[in-house]
């Protein structure tokens, strides 16, 4: 089976990226950390329990990865959007195993005492433009959303979109969430999330 773990936000410029979030949701963003394999680091906010959003950019203080960066990062441009989402599972390699080509190989990383293992395509293109989540798999019990501050926001819906949408409505059997959709359309994502000042949508 599969579960919502996190959205995705990615972004040219951490600081950028994470105060157009901010102003979007009218909520601050708590300090993320660094992915030194990838390149990468981020900043987040809790969406409820066992759900968080990530606002994630290359690190300019990191060297090069030596494979292409996750979620499309090196050929990201333009503002700040909702591209990519993840699903947590408690056995990565069987869902793997019943994935779409180009999910991608297992990679074992950690900060500070969170362990986790997680599928990354090899291209850095996740399949279906992103409609398919990154599968990830934690280990031991911590998670960064038990460790966020409670702004108030909570996912009441995501929105995925695709040409083949019936394939990518195939390929998420194993996650059962009345707040996930997919519908026919151009490759995008929509979320709709409630936060103190009201709802708001990021896509």
Do not use: K
Request: glycine share 12%; charged share 20%.
């Amino acid at each position: 089976m599969l579960a919502l773990d996190h959205l995705v936000i990615t972004a040219t410029d951490l600081a950028q990226g994470a105060a157009e979030v901010e102003a979007a949701l009218g909520v601050p963003l708590d300090p993320g950390g660094r992915h030194a394999s990838m390149g990468t680091h981020n900043r987040l906010l809790s969406l409820g329990p066992g759900l968080y959003l990530e606002v994630i950019a290359p690190d300019p203080a990191a060297g090069p990865p030596r494979q292409p960066r996750w979620f499309d990062l090196d050929r990201f441009a333009g503002p700040a959007r909702l591209t990519h989402w993840a699903a947590r599972t408690g056995d990565l390699d069987a869902a793997l195993a019943v994935a779409p080509p180009g999910t991608g190989r297992i990679h074992a990383l950690s900060r500070g005492d969170f362990r986790w293992r997680v599928a990354i395509p090899e291209n850095g293109r996740h399949p279906f433009g992103g409609g398919f989540p990154l599968l990830i798999e934690w280990e031991g019990s911590a998670h960064p959303a038990d460790r966020l501050t409670d702004r108030g926001c909570r996912l009441e819906r995501l929105m995925l979109r695709h040409p083949e949408a019936a394939a990518l409505s195939a390929a998420l059997a194993a996650l059962d969430d009345p707040r996930l959709s997919v519908e026919a359309g151009p490759p995008g994502l929509t979320a709709r999330i409630a936060t103190p000042g009201g709802t708001r949508l990021l896509g």
